[in-house]
């Protein structure tokens, strides 16, 4: 049950994320990047994070991944 939510909550963000792209919206395109760093931040000060390699290239890798679901959305409506 838990992974169906996992993938129901990536494919909504995916969607909101190519929506934000289509539109040429930069405020709701960085909402989600910024609401996840925050929730990593969080999660660190409050101690449920450990600090490794993993757990540190992951929010960056996931940051990236929304920018560019963005950027790629962006494009393809100029065409």
Do not use: D
């Not at 000060?45 to 996931?62: E, K, Q």
Request: cysteine-free; proline content about 3%.
């Amino acid at each position: 049950m838990l992974e169906l939510i996992g993938s129901i909550l990536a494919v909504i963000v995916i969607a909101v994320q190519s929506f934000a792209g289509y539109r040429h919206n930069k405020y709701l395109g960085m909402i989600l990047p910024i609401l996840f760093v925050g929730s990593v931040i969080y999660l660190i000060a409050v101690g449920r994070y450990n600090l490794s390699f993993s757990n540190v290239l992951m929010p960056i890798v996931v940051v990236l991944v929304l920018i560019g679901v963005y950027l790629f959305a962006g494009r393809t409506t100029k065409k």
